[in-house]
Each structure stands twice: as structure tokens, then as C-alpha cells.
């Protein structure tokens, strides 16, 4: 889609970018072995579609104009939140487990959202700043599936 070098900040800031979404992945792929419902784990591994799906655009956008792959692996942050949800969960009663996951993927997720909003905010190339609010629009619909299912968690509790 587009074709010239990237400047070394808007370089970083699809790094950043393809990090959130690679922690956000390994979390839902995570939650959703974890959880014992088959419709949250079926959620779980859309969301994690998702973020699969911008990693897909994002990476080879960034090889094609840097002519170098883009070294993304999950940050520590991200490990640490997910190692975090596992040990509330394993002091909990099961029945409680899947709202807990639920609740700690929301609360990775707005803070996700903002350090990717971080991340568009610094681009300066103005077709990629489109293309990266594209991708952060349709995962922030794909979130909105989340809170409803929590909405109806908590509902039925």
C-alpha cells in the first residue's frame, strides 16, 4: 500500500504497535485455554484473530519499506500482566475464574489501546497514521464484543 522508507520514529512506532498486538494475542490465546466456556473461548480466539490480522498488515508493510524484518516478540509488560491474571485465577473459586479473565483482559486492553494510540500519535507519514487507525478502529470494535459478554456475566451473576 505504501511505498517509501519509513523515518526511524514511525519505524518504532509500528514496533510498538505490533508488540501491544502480539501481547494481546498471547493473552486471549492464553485466556482461552484457560476458560471453560466454549462461547468466551470462542471470543477469546476472535480477538486473538484480530490482533493476529494487524500484526499481518503491519509486518511486512514495515520489511517491504525498511527492507528488514520487523523483530517483534511480546513485551515484558505483557508477560507480567498475563502471569498476573494466572495467579488471581488459581486463588479463585472456578465458578469466578472466567469473569476474572475477562476482567484482567479488559483492563490489558484499555491500557493496550492507549499505547497504541501512543504509537499512531508519534507516525508522521500520514497514509500509514490512516492504515494504523484503520487496524486500532476495527480492534476497538472487535473489544466492544468483550464488554458485552462481561456486561451479560455480570448480569447473570
Not at 476472535?46 to 519499506?65: F, M
Not at 472456578?94 to 500519535?121: C, D, F, G
Request: include cysteine.
Amino acid at each position: 500500500m505504501l511505498d517509501k522508507t519509513l523515518t526511524e520514529n514511525d519505524a518504532q512506532a509500528i514496533s510498538r504497535f505490533v508488540a501491544a498486538c502480539e501481547d494481546g494475542k498471547r493473552f486471549y490465546t492464553h485466556a482461552a485455554k484457560e476458560v471453560t466456556e466454549r462461547d468466551l473461548r470462542a471470543l477469546f480466539l476472535d480477538q486473538a484473530t484480530v490482533r493476529e490480522e494487524v500484526e499481518n498488515v503491519l509486518s511486512p508493510e514495515y520489511e517491504k519499506r525498511m527492507g528488514k524484518p520487523l523483530k517483534h516478540k511480546h513485551t515484558l509488560e505483557g508477560k507480567l500482566t498475563e502471569w498476573y491474571a494466572d495467579l488471581k485465577v488459581a486463588f479463585l473459586d472456578p465458578a469466578k475464574s472466567n469473569y476474572v479473565l475477562v476482567e484482567q483482559l479488559e483492563e490489558a486492553e484499555e491500557r493496550t489501546l492507549v499505547e497504541m494510540q501512543k504509537a499512531i500519535h508519534a507516525v508522521n507519514d500520514h497514509p500509514l497514521k490512516n492504515q494504523m487507525n484503520e487496524l486500532l478502529t476495527k480492534m476497538i470494535k472487535s473489544q466492544q464484543d468483550i464488554l458485552q459478554y462481561k456486561e451479560a456475566m455480570r448480569a447473570a451473576s
